[in-house]
């Protein structure tokens, strides 16, 4: 029963206009990472090592808002935020503000194996990851050509940070510049659950800002009961201890379908319209989101969907 869904990130209000230019490279990707990790957990790979590899195959997508393609803060520079747990005990990892590393996630992973502490931050976060042999690049390799036209756009509009095109027309062609952070979670062959998120967080964010996104039972969460990777407006996800209340709400009762629903529910309200990718010790799968769109897909018994707008599809 291995299972295994990712996410690119929700954004967007209004109907679905279609696939952009630059979306059959987002898809593309998505199969690759599909076909990839769902082939390595069938051959019995552990669910916190695919979600960690998705999440790596995510990042090096540079349309994602993740690792290389990241979004860019209001002081002109890429800082990045991953998060993973798993679920039989709850073991965690979490960089916060990473600046120099081309795979956060990772370096979130070998945090969540070190086993004490749980987040480590900024220069210490990147110097642990560096010290432990993650790979380094700069900041010059980070920022793209698209992003930074974005951040252009964004500081002569003098907008809020993490404006979307819907709060203002002139800033943004398309509402993933805040909203394009990358996620999986998994099931493997022993039934263990795992998740992970990772970020370049919002456009024009301030310095020193935090999401949701490494933060545990906000942007991520696995127990014994379910999995959660979360994307949207980091703060209301934080406020709603999100990630989390997906598996309170299955605890209490309800249905994967109900708790990641009413989780949304309870986040949208506070600003936080997003998407959520879970699966359940069941091996059920929910991908519910609230925007235009939510790039998402899943790998189920060897059968790849993906989708941007409403609907998930074979290609
Ligand atoms: N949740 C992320 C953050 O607030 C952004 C996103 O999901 O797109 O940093």
Same mark, same amino acid.
């Given at each position: 029963?291995?299972?295994?869904?990712?996410?690119?990130?929700?954004?967007?209000?209004?109907?679905?206009?279609?696939?952009?230019?630059?979306?059959?490279? @987002?898809?593309?990707?998505?199969?690759?990472?599909?076909?990839?990790?769902?082939?390595?957990?069938?051959?019995?790979?552990?669910?916190?090592?695919?979600?960690?590899?998705?999440?790596?195959?995510?990042? $090096?997508?540079?349309?994602?808002?993740?690792? /290389?393609?990241?979004?860019?803060?209001?002081?002109?520079?890429?800082?990045?935020?991953?998060?993973?747990?798993?679920?039989?005990? /709850?073991?965690?990892?979490?960089?916060?503000?990473?600046? /120099?590393?081309?795979?956060?996630?990772?370096?979130?992973?070998?945090?969540?194996? *070190?086993?004490?502490?749980?987040?480590?931050?900024?220069?210490?976060?990147? *110097?642990?990851?560096?010290?432990?042999?993650?790979?380094?690049?700069?900041?010059?390799?980070?920022?793209?050509?698209?992003?930074?036209?974005?951040?252009? /756009?964004? *500081?002569?509009?003098?907008?809020?940070?993490?404006?979307?095109?819907?709060?203002?027309?002139?800033?943004?062609?398309? $509402?993933?510049?805040?909203?394009?952070?990358?996620?999986?979670?998994?099931?493997?062959?022993?039934?263990?659950?795992?998740?992970?998120?990772?970020?370049?967080?919002?456009?024009? *964010?301030?310095?020193?800002?935090?999401?949701?996104?490494?933060?545990?039972?906000?942007?991520?969460?696995?127990?014994?009961?379910?999995?959660?990777?979360?994307?949207?407006?980091?703060?209301?996800?934080?406020?709603?201890?999100?990630?989390?209340?997906?598996?309170? @709400?299955?605890?209490?009762?309800?249905?994967?379908?109900?708790?990641?629903?009413?989780?949304?529910?309870?986040?949208?309200?506070?600003?936080? @319209?997003?998407?959520?990718?879970?699966?359940?010790?069941?091996?059920?799968?929910?991908?519910?989101?609230?925007?235009?769109?939510?790039? @998402?897909?899943?790998?189920?018994?060897?059968?790849?969907?993906?989708?941007?707008?409403?609907?998930?599809?074979?290609?």
């Amino acid at each position: 029963m291995v299972k295994l869904a990712i996410h690119g990130g929700a954004g967007g209000d209004g109907p679905w206009k279609g696939p952009t230019d630059l979306d059959p490279q @987002r898809i593309a990707c998505m199969h690759n990472v599909l076909s990839t990790v769902g082939a390595m957990l069938e051959s019995g790979i552990d669910a916190t090592e695919a979600v960690t590899i998705a999440v790596e195959m995510l990042e $090096d997508e540079e349309l994602f808002n993740a690792g /290389k393609g990241s979004v860019i803060a209001a002081d002109g520079k890429v800082t990045m935020d991953a998060s993973i747990m798993r679920g039989y005990d /709850k073991a965690a990892g979490s960089v916060v503000n990473v600046t /120099k590393i081309r795979h956060p996630i990772r370096a979130a992973k070998l945090v969540l194996d *070190k086993g004490w502490p749980v987040m480590l931050n900024s220069a210490s976060a990147d *110097k642990f990851a560096i010290d432990s042999g993650l790979e380094e690049v700069n900041q010059d390799w980070l920022i793209t050509d698209l992003r930074l036209a974005q951040w252009q /756009k964004w *500081k002569k509009a003098n907008s809020r940070p993490g404006s979307t095109d819907e709060d203002d027309e002139a800033v943004l062609d398309h $509402d993933l510049e805040g909203m394009g952070t990358v996620g999986a979670v998994a099931i493997d062959t022993n039934g263990v659950l795992a998740a992970a998120t990772s970020t370049g967080g919002m456009t024009g *964010k301030p310095d020193g800002r935090i999401g949701d996104t490494p933060i545990i039972g906000a942007g991520t969460w696995a127990d014994n009961l379910v999995a959660v990777s979360c994307t949207g407006v980091g703060e209301a996800f934080i406020r709603t201890c999100a990630a989390h209340e997906v598996s309170t @709400r299955i605890r209490m009762g309800e249905s994967l379908s109900q708790s990641c629903t009413n989780m949304l529910e309870m986040v949208a309200p506070l600003g936080g @319209r997003g998407g959520v990718i879970a699966i359940d010790s069941q091996g059920n799968v929910e991908i519910p989101f609230q925007t235009m769109l939510m790039y @998402r897909g899943t790998w189920i018994d060897g059968e790849i969907m993906t989708g941007i707008g409403p609907e998930l599809s074979p290609k």
